[in-house]
């Protein structure tokens, strides 16, 4: 039986695990392809370990380690521009969902759902990643980080671009 000590202790995990999913958006999306700032690690630090495997098998068919993941992602050495996600696409904004997370001690695992949009960098098209990251976390020293993380894409499409509706009626 959970004690109300144990109960506040996984609230305060769960809050915790919750926050730190939204800065894998964060780190993209304060990163914009031709912003001269692409350090997505900036914020990726304070959620991944340092020994983090992304699994990027339903898409990039393969696993990377972080350092490797944040390159596929900015190019080499994170230099943004028209290197990594960059050279399809000139904005992006990465909208994680309401994690699903369970806990065990120092361990944990969640399930998140994800909507990534993209401006492709010709103009002519978004392109949206829609599905779920499945993570194992670990309590560290510095609070939970992530140890493993395999993304589960449900759909990855493309729309052509067209003008933007009337909003308001007399404008």
């Not at 103009?123 to 560290?140: K, L």
Request: charged residues 20%; negative net charge; proline residues 4%.
């Amino acid at each position: 039986m959970m004690t109300d000590q144990d109960r506040v202790q996984y609230l305060l995990d769960r809050i915790e695990i919750q926050d730190k999913v939204a800065l894998y958006g964060l780190g993209q999306d304060l990163h914009q392809a031709d912003s001269g700032d692409a350090n997505v690690l900036a914020q990726w630090g304070e959620l991944f370990a340092p020994d983090a495997k992304i699994d990027a098998t339903d898409g990039a068919d393969k696993i990377f380690e972080l350092d490797e993941y944040a390159e596929f992602m900015r190019g080499p050495g994170l230099v943004g521009g028209t290197e990594g996600l960059g050279y399809s696409f000139n904005a992006w904004q990465h909208i994680e969902g309401h994690a699903t997370v369970t806990i065990d001690g120092d361990t944990a695992h969640s399930i998140t759902p994800h909507l990534h949009t993209h401006a492709n960098r010709d103009g002519s098209s978004n392109t949206f990643a829609v599905g779920y990251w499945h993570d194992d976390w670990i309590r560290t020293p510095d609070g939970w980080r992530i140890s493993y993380r395999r993304v589960e894409n449900l759909y990855f499409h493309t729309f052509p671009v067209a003008a933007n509706p009337q909003m308001v009626r007399g404008l």
